[in-house]
């Protein structure tokens, strides 16, 4: 059995993860969506807010992945976790650069950790975090980009709801 983790900031989950999450759960039998605790970016959400709407989205989306919380060096992570494989989404051409250095960086520091890129559908393409906090930030509406709950959380956290 093939363990994968699809590790990320998840600041929060988009249907672009879910897209990515759902692809690699058709391809291996135990995914395992890793939040990361400290990313060194200023996140909106913390790790726990994270990781609970990253739970809520794989129940009621009836996924059949896992979700934990990740600290330290991803490559430490996925040894402990007996797994061999990171999965990764790869939007555009600007993702390239990045991924690309840090899937060979990863490879250095563990020769037996495969980095794998999955692309999502077209749509989800264009699709990312921080655009949607910046939308959802102005009260625009980020229906069509996020689970119910999640949008509704990102309402809570920018005061426009209780
Ligand atoms: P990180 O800070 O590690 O990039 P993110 O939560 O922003 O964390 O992203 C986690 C992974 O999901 C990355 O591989 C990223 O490229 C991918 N990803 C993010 N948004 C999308 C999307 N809309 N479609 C496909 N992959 C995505």
Redesign the pocket.
């Known amino acids: 059995m093939k363990r994968v983790i ?6 929060p989950i ?4 879910i ?2 999450i759902q692809r690699a759960c058709r391809i291996f039998d135990d995914v395992t969506v890793a939040v ?1 605790e400290s ?1 060194g ?1 200023n996140t909106l959400f913390t790790s726990q807010e994270r990781l609970v709407m990253v739970k809520k989205t794989l129940k009621q989306l009836h996924i059949n992945a896992k979700a934990t919380i990740f600290d330290g060096l991803l490559v430490d992570f996925v040894r402990k976790y007996n797994a061999t494989v990171i999965v ?4 555009a051409v600007s ?1 390239f650069e990045v ?1 690309f250095q840090m899937a060979l960086m990863n490879r250095k520091l563990d020769e037996e950790v495969e980095t794998l890129f999955l692309m ?1 559908k077209d749509t ?2 264009y ?3 921080s655009i949607i906090k910046q939308i959802a930030r102005l009260n625009g509406s980020v229906k069509a980009f996020v689970p119910k709950h999640v949008e509704r959380e990102l309402r809570v956290k920018y005061g426009f709801r209780k």
């Open positions: 699809y590790p990320g900031t998840f600041d988009t249907n672009g993860h897209d990515i990361a990313t970016k990764r989404g790869l939007r993702d991924e999502p989800y393409s699709l990312s975090s």
